[in-house]
């Protein structure tokens, strides 16, 4: 009888402990990344003397401009012809001239949004004495 207990015993712990082994590494969710995003995009916000803000998000590689102003979003493309950088659709129009922020509705000529940036003013200029 005790010979039967033993095996018994033994059988038991050898069962539970084949039966509570949890799968290692073999049950590992391979995540799926997404693709990472390559675009040079520059993002800026500007405020002009009356407190208005617009914010402007370039995509250099797509050549697109988003410009949010007043709650609304418009999405410009890039025009080659036009000086520095300039962006524009049928309605509006984007420019960033040497520090001149314009942002106008094209068919009826009224500026939206204008920002004339001031030039940084450096120190008094020190020289070297010899």
């Known amino acids: ?12 712990v050898a069962l539970s402990t084949t039966a509570c082994k949890h799968p290692g590494k073999e049950a ?15 993002k ?15 995509n250099t590689t797509k ?7 007043d709650g609304k ?3 410009l493309k890039k025009s080659d012809a036009l000086p520095e950088y300039t962006a524009s659709n049928e309605e509006y129009q984007y420019s960033d001239i040497k ?3 314009t942002f106008l509705k094209k068919n009826v000529d009224m ?8 030039k940084k003013e450096t120190g008094p ?6």
Not at 63 to 69: E, K, S
Not at 125 to 130: E, L, N, P, T
């Open 125 to 130: 200029a020190k020289m070297a004495s010899y």
């Open 73 to 75: 979003t418009y999405d």
């Open 28 to 42: 590992e969710a391979i995540a799926s990344t997404a693709p990472e995003n390559t675009d040079n995009i520059t």
């Open 1 to 12: 009888m005790k010979k039967l207990l033993t095996a018994i015993l033994i059988g038991w």
């Open 99 to 101: 520090g001149n922020i």
């Open 111 to 118: 500026v939206l949004f204008h920002l004339k940036k001031d």
């Open 63 to 69: 050549n697109t401009a988003t410009i949010h102003l």
């Open 44 to 58: 800026n916000v500007y405020t002009d003397s009356y407190g208005e803000k617009i914010e402007v998000t370039i």
